[in-house]
């Protein structure tokens, strides 16, 4: 039974760590912080107490469809992100910034990327929680 229990927690883990690197590469996090995790960790901190503020401004110009400050909420926290490795979420950021570029873009594709950027960004906060407690 106890070998049972422990097949368990090894998948549970794996897929905790597969959830990680799909959202956060901390291996690249750290090699561009020179391998300083004390940085990283600051790093970390500094996006879990800041983003949420850059967030709220990227789905408050979506909402007001103004997509000039749309695009440059994008950009300031995809430079976050690209920052701390979060490439999952940078990779939502990209396609928002290229569907706002196209000037003829339905506004449901832009309110359906503003959804996956959401949840991600969750599950990245979730992430880096623990890695800083």
């Known amino acids: 039974m106890n070998s049972e229990m422990s097949g368990k927690q090894q998948t549970t883990d794996s897929k905790s ?3 990680e690197l799909n959202h956060w590469n ?9 391998n ?3 940085l990283l960790i600051r790093v970390s901190k500094m996006f879990l107490d800041s983003s949420h503020v850059k967030l709220a401004s990227l789905s408050q110009s979506i909402q007001n469809r103004d997509f000039k400050t749309t695009t440059s909420a994008s950009y300031s926290l995809k430079g976050a992100c690209g920052d701390l490795g ?3 979420l940078d990779q939502h950021l990209s396609e928002l910034i290229v569907l706002i570029a196209n000037e003829r873009h339905p506004f449901e594709e832009i309110q359906s990327k503003l959804f996956e950027i959401k949840k991600d960004y ?3 906060l979730t992430i880096l929680q623990k890695y800083t407690s």
């Open 26 to 34: 901390k291996k690249a996090a750290l090699y561009r912080l020179m």
């Open 36 to 38: 300083n995790e004390v």
């Open 17 to 19: 760590e597969s959830l």
């Open 86 to 88: 979060a490439t999952r």
């Open 122 to 124: 969750q599950v990245l």
